[in-house]
């Protein structure tokens, strides 16, 4: 294609650095739009990895459900181990276990003193948490009445700095020595409703008796497969209804997290695409000016490239090509400038920052669109000049 | 140099005017002309006589109201925006009063603007317009802009933009009207040599008696018709 060639693109740089000051001005405006375009399409893909991590690490099907007592003042409403443990009678779950959990200062090899999350906890409560084993075991049923514990991974680095070993080894909690029997992998997700790293599970009868004012209140379980999560709230609502009517209860699903994590990228997407939106506008119709003022100005140069051979089709794609590099000058800016912005919104809402091409990319496809749309009308108000009256001036 | 045969360009009957209505303006009321390949013509005229329509129209820059206008046979009223622009590229070189150099490229870019429309590649371009740049006596200043050239230099290079595409018409549109009259000289010098060793055709629009004078052919346009003169008698100018 001869009227692409190397030359007019020359050519249609040398055209406008003459014009710079108002190219810059309308630069601003593209820079603006593309730079919001492409933040909007990277936050909607880091928010989409985010949401595929969690459920990963989380398990689609799991639920962690809150019994509070409705009333504070009426106090003694409690929740029994053997109502919440036959929850998984439920046709929505499958399987189900019920925690206790309250913070603690562990102290280790005889120093060290940490605050700890202990957790009363059943042998379901790993596999259900999806909390895979670095080493040792977890404990189970067999443990009932031992202290014993698991460590979370941050409590375990903690204790093999200071003892060497982490299974084998012991830990205090107050005045109560525990053995410990195996330590978790680390987590990474902070969706759970505890800190996995920072937790010291132990069967639920002996951390009653280290954290001795905290009652049961927590139970994870799994849905059966094929049940929505709004089913098995439901259904797990009715349950405690019946058996436990002074308790108030909350389920909730990674599924709930992520939608709650699309509410926050939808109104950044509605944001950002209006702030888009207006400027590729605002940028559009300033290149619009800025070509339609190139064009006024060079009414003897495209009388002249008439005069020497050029079609009107050739003299319409050179300003044309003109426009859109100077769009395109603005994206690469705005696709740069957007790195920047998608880093500050994954800081502000405390998501992973990930650079993604596809914004980049689609925001510099925006700019040359608005290039190519913007600069048609002048183009083509160049291309029907009568090169006689072009030639005068 | 006048070749016989059949003629390069022909218009018959060619009416054209400007405006509508009550004030319509009538340029060229029925203009008859033959040129043959290797003429040297002068075109004269009081101004407002339509001397520019007439070239505009011999150019293929604008199009007669009515009449016939034949360039090497072919009926140009047939032709769409893309023959027409073709055909002005491969067949008339234009040369204007006021050089109308595009200031951002350098000489030999403004020589070899008629070759990107006909889709050369660059370096073959450079080797094209450096060569024309050469025989204009400007092969030194290819890589100068025409800021940097005087008002002669300007023009050659306007001249060896019209010749780059070895066109068969050179329409020349008053070429020594912004010149002094020594820089003038070497211009119609430049012309008539284009005439003689490349039987370049050559059409000159001028309102300077000194510049017609040195014509073949002179050609005296008015009230809208064309009246051939007589050769002057010694007999031409070409060459002098």
Known sequence: MRRFGRTSLL????????????????????????????????????????????FQELGTDVLAIAVRARDKRRGRARLELSVAERIDSLPGLAAAAPFTRGAAHVTIGGASRELAEIVGATGEFAV???????????????????YFCTLGAGIAEKLRKAAGAVVGESLRIGDTACTVVGALAPA???????????????????????????????????????????????????????????????????????????RQMRLYTLLLGTVGAISLLVGGIGVMNVMLVAVAERKGEIGLRRAVGARRADIQA???????????????????????????????????????????????????GAGVFFGFYPAWQAARLNPVAALRG | ????????????????????????????????????????????????????????????????????????????????????????????????????LLPRLTAWQNVGLPLVYRGLGRAEIRRRATGLLETVGLGDRAAHRPHELSGGQRQRV??????????????ADEPTGALDTDTGQEIMNLLFRMNEEQGTTAIVITHDHGVAAQCPRRIQIRNGRLQERDPPPNGGGAGL
């Open chain 1, 318 to 368: 050179q300003f044309l090509v003109e426009s859109t590099i100077l769009s395109l000058a603005g994206g690469a800016i705005g696709a740069g400038l957007s790195f920047a912005a998608t880093w500050g919104i994954c800081r502000f809402a405390g998501w992973a920052f990930a650079v993604s091409a596809e914004g980049a990319v689609l925001g510099t496809a925006v700019a040359a």
């Open chain 2, 1 to 100: 140099m006048t070749v016989s045969g059949p003629p390069l360009f022909e218009l018959e009957d060619v009416h054209q005017s400007y405006g509508s209505g009550p004030v319509v303006l009538n340029v060229l009321e029925g203009v008859d002309l033959q040129v043959c390949r290797g003429d040297f013509a002068a075109i004269m005229g009081p101004s407002g006589s339509g001397k520019s329509t007439l070239m505009n129209i011999i150019g293929l820059l604008d199009r007669p109201a009515r009449g016939r206008y034949l360039l090497k046979g072919v009926e140009t009223a047939s032709l769409d925006d893309g023959e027409t622009a073709a055909l002005r590229n491969e067949a008339i070189g234009f040369v204007f009063q006021s050089f109308h």
């Open chain 1, 128 to 146: 259900l948490n999806r909390l895979p084993l670095a080493e040792g075991r977890f404990i189970s049923r067999l443990d009932r009445g031992q």
């Open chain 1, 11 to 54: 050519e249609a740089c040398g055209g406008l650095l003459a014009t710079r000051q108002r190219a810059v001005l309308a630069l601003i405006g593209i820079v603006v739009g593309v730079a919001s375009v492409s933040s909007m399409i990277s936050v909607g893909k880091i928010v989409k990895d985010e949401a595929a991590r969690q």
């Open chain 1, 188 to 262: 990474t997700t902070q969706q759970r409703a505890f800190d996995a790293n920072r937790i010291v599970a132990m069967p639920i009868g002996t951390a009653a008796l280290v954290i001795p004012n905290k009652t049961l209140r927590d139970i994870v379980a799994r849905m059966s497969p094929g049940t929505g999560y709004r089913e098995a709230t439901k259904q797990i609502e009715d349950y405690f209804r019946f058996r436990a009517p002074d308790m108030r209860v909350r389920v909730r699903s990674p599924e709930q997290l992520i939608e709650q994590l699309h």
């Open chain 2, 158 to 171: 306007a001249i060896a933009r019209a010749l780059v595409g070895e066109p068969e018409i050179l329409l």
